[in-house]
C-alpha cells in the first residue's frame, strides 16, 4: 500500500493546502509498517490535477491538512480515502494512521471561491481546528 502525505519541507510537517501543496512524503507500507519514505514534488500540478497525479503514482490514501470542496470531489473521483485536517510530522501522522488512531476530520476545508487563492490569510495557516496533533 502507499500513503501520501501533502508536505512541508521547511518545517517538516502536513502541509495545510492540499491545491498548493509544492510536495508530498510518501509512504511505501509492507506488512503494516513503513518500509520505505520518500519526498516527492507535486510534479507540476496544483489543485484538482493533483488527485490524478496521486493516483498514478499508485498512492491509495491521502495524509492532509485543508482542501477546498473541488479537492475533495477530485480525490473522491480518483478513489483516494483523504484523511483531513490533520498537522504535525507526516510520519507521526502515518504511525497513528498504521495503529488505528488516526481521526479524519471531514469538516476540514478550505471554504473559499475558486480562483481566490490567498484566502486572506497567510500561505500555511488556516483558522480550522484539527482532530490529531501527533505526540513525539
Not at 501522522?93 to 481566490?116: M, Q
Amino acid at each position: 500500500m502507499k500513503i501520501a502525505a501533502t508536505y512541508d519541507i521547511s518545517t517538516d510537517s502536513i502541509f495545510q493546502h492540499f491545491g498548493k501543496t509544492q510536495n508530498f512524503k510518501v509512504y511505501t507500507i509492507e506488512n503494516g509498517k513503513i518500509a520505505d519514505s520518500k519526498v516527492i514534488d507535486n510534479g507540476g500540478f496544483g489543485h484538482h490535477d493533483l488527485a490524478t497525479y496521486l493516483k498514478n503514482l499508485g498512492i491509495e490514501i491521502l495524509i492532509l491538512g485543508n482542501r477546498g470542496q473541488g479537492a475533495i470531489d477530485a480525490l473522491n473521483n480518483a478513489g483516494l480515502k483523504q484523511i483531513a485536517g490533520i498537522t504535525g510530522n507526516p510520519d507521526d501522522a502515518v504511525k497513528e494512521f498504521l495503529a488505528g488512531t488516526l481521526k479524519d476530520n471531514p469538516d476540514a476545508k478550505c471554504d473559499h471561491h475558486h480562483g481566490e487563492h490567498n484566502h486572506g490569510h497567510p500561505e500555511n495557516t488556516h483558522t480550522e481546528q484539527p482532530v490529531f496533533t501527533p505526540v513525539k
